[in-house]
């Protein structure tokens, strides 16, 4: 696992470009049932896939904190929202709460989550291969391809089914 982790930048940013045409066209027509075919892909992908053996997400980028977030996770930890947010995160350029540091504070050596059951939204969605009108996120896709190799594979899978 640790191998493919290292390559994976490198084999993300040679196609890059070949990604982002494809999804250029993606987003101009998408096909009839992309959304049908994604989840298709996706669920194949995560029969195969043990997060844990990764944690690659958590590791190496953090997730977006809504406020509902940081109201459900402060309410576990049996903490204000204020404490909570003072803790952990920090305002980025987009104005969005963001993890003051990574790897995440709430990953355990085992790569588990101390927080999975109340987990930011952003996370239990990751890596949104699966998510509705996928064609309209994209850009995010051509970033998680970079950090996931089940989205990478996800994304080498539809080019070979959807092309």
């Known amino acids: 696992m640790q191998e493919e982790l290292n390559e994976l930048p490198q084999r993300a940013k040679d196609k890059h470009k070949e990604n982002k045409k494809f999804f250029q066209k993606l987003k101009k027509k998408p ?15 995560f029969e195969r896939t ?7 997400c958590c590791k190496t980028t953090g997730p977006l904190f809504t406020p509902r977030d940081i109201e459900r996770i402060s309410k576990h930890l049996k903490v204000k929202p204020r404490q909570f ?10 104005n969005d709460y963001v993890l003051q540091e990574v790897p995440c504070s709430f990953l ?3 790569n588990h989550c101390l927080i ?13 291969t699966d998510r509705k009108d996928f064609h309209k996120i994209t850009n995010l896709t051509l970033k998680n391809v970079a950090i996931c190799p089940a989205a990478f594979r996800i994304v080498e ?7």
């Open 116 to 128: 999975y059951e109340v987990r930011p939204k952003a996370c239990s969605e990751f890596p949104h």
């Open 85 to 94: 947010t003072e803790q952990y995160l920090r305002i980025d350029e987009d």
């Open 31 to 45: 096909p009839r049932q992309l959304d049908r075919q994604m989840q298709e892909i996706h669920d194949q992908e």
């Open 157 to 163: 899978e539809m080019k070979k089914r959807i092309g």
């Open 108 to 110: 355990a050596a085992d």
């Open 50 to 56: 043990d997060c844990l053996k990764c944690a690659n």
